[in-house]
């Protein structure tokens, strides 16, 4: 140890790759004075990560701080560039595995992966530093230069992927709009059976006709700028609205019935997909806005509509992008307009603007055609 002073982890030895590691558990209060990131200014080529992205910290800081009783954190990988030392508690067997991990103070640390995670944590205990006695754990590796560094970097980013949107919202709690549309799934019997619940998208020969994201979505289209309302008045609202508007659709229940295959209305319709059922909901907004007492005898129009994914005279730049659906919020809102129009409610400002728009859009195609 180069000049006796050292920082001392209780730590548990490891090996990968036929190097030795350690797993500590750090105090918080201590993460931000050990563990620096690679300076900003620096060229890509000469950083071991990516330069930090301060406009993520603010949310996770938050979400340490209002969830203060069951957050989870990950481990954080460090790299260090000095000579260590281990002393294990016994020296036979598995027990040698444990011990002291011993760092010169003169040692540097590169984070390898968790460095917002390091932010976030330094911003949450300015207002809360009664959480710096919580601990998180940490990951040492030796660092042997630069190039092991970011061949490190590049490791552990190479398989990480996001959980789909429906898998997140299924195993999400904490959001309001999540534990709606689930128990919106749940208990109705439009939805029961027929919702993809972990993927994002329906392969041909899926049995189900929704996503959970995509339900999610509209509910959440639905319910926004709504009068204020108790959990179980807007759960109550949904349920009504989407039963309401199930009725004017007999292929959902033909499907639910065994007489349709979902694939075959996928294929065919464009009413069970993110796109139509976010701009139902939006229309359904101002349908029950204008309309609270009677709203549901005139939701009985979009029976009248021609869902077929074939209408492209209808359809296609609203819903339908060279005949594929388009999830953009343009083709959300043109969409919507198209049955606001049908239903006889008046475009706001702002959808007047994308109609006008998409108008002199297809005006012009006209004439370059012709």
């Known amino acids: 140890m180069s000049d006796g002073f050292e920082y001392q982890f209780p730590a548990i030895r490891g090996i990968q790759a036929r190097r030795e590691y350690y797993v500590s558990m750090c105090p918080m209060r201590l993460l931000p004075k050990l563990f620096q990131f690679d300076e900003d200014e620096l060229a890509p080529e000469l950083r071991a990560q990516r330069q ?30 000095a000579d260590i030392a281990f002393a294990p508690f016994a020296g036979d067997g598995e027990a040698n595995r ?73 195993y999400d709690y904490r959001d309001e709009a999540a534990r709606l549309a689930k128990s919106l799934i749940a208990g109705s019997d439009i939805f029961r059976d027929v919702v993809e619940l972990e993927k994002t998208s329906l392969a041909p020969r899926s049995r189900r006709l929704f996503t959970l994201s995509a339900i999610y979505h509209a509910t959440n289209e639905l319910l926004t700028g709504m009068p204020e309302t108790t ?34 209305v996928r294929t065919d319709f464009i009413h069970t ?83 006008d728009a998409y108008k002199r859009g297809a005006n012009g195609n006209k004439k370059a055609t012709a």
């Open 52 to 81: 930090l992205n301060r406009a993520r910290i603010p949310e996770l800081s938050r979400y340490i701080t209002e969830n203060v009783d069951n957050y989870v954190f990950s481990a954080i990988t460090v790299s260090i560039d």
């Open 231 to 264: 959990p179980d008045d807007a759960a109550r609202l949904a349920l009504e609205f989407w039963e309401a508007v199930a009725e004017q659709f007999d292929e959902w229940g033909r499907v639910r019935n065994g007489d349709l295959t979902a694939g075959e």
């Open 273 to 355: 997909h993110g796109v139509v059922l976010q701009a139902l909901a939006r229309a359904g907004r101002a349908l029950i806005s204008k309309y609270p007492k009677t709203w549901q005898s005139k939701i009985v129009k979009l029976k009248a509509i021609d869902w077929r994914r074939a209408n492209s005279k209808m359809w296609e730049g609203r819903a339908l992008v060279g005949g594929q659906l388009s999830k953009a919020h343009q083709n959300v809102v043109l969409t919507a307009n198209a049955i606001k129009t049908h239903l006889g409610l008046e475009l706001t400002d702002d959808e007047l603007r994308v109609e």
């Open 98 to 170: 444990i011990g002291i991990l011993k760092i010169p103070m003169s040692a540097r640390f590169i984070i390898n992966d968790g460095q917002h995670r390091r932010a976030a944590i330094d911003q949450a205990l300015r207002n809360h530093p009664e959480l710096g006695d919580e601990t998180i754990a940490v990951v040492f590796f030796l660092d042997k230069g630069l190039e092991r560094c970011q061949q490190m970097f590049a490791d552990l980013n190479r398989y990480a992927i996001r959980p789909s949107p429906s898998l997140s919202i299924l």
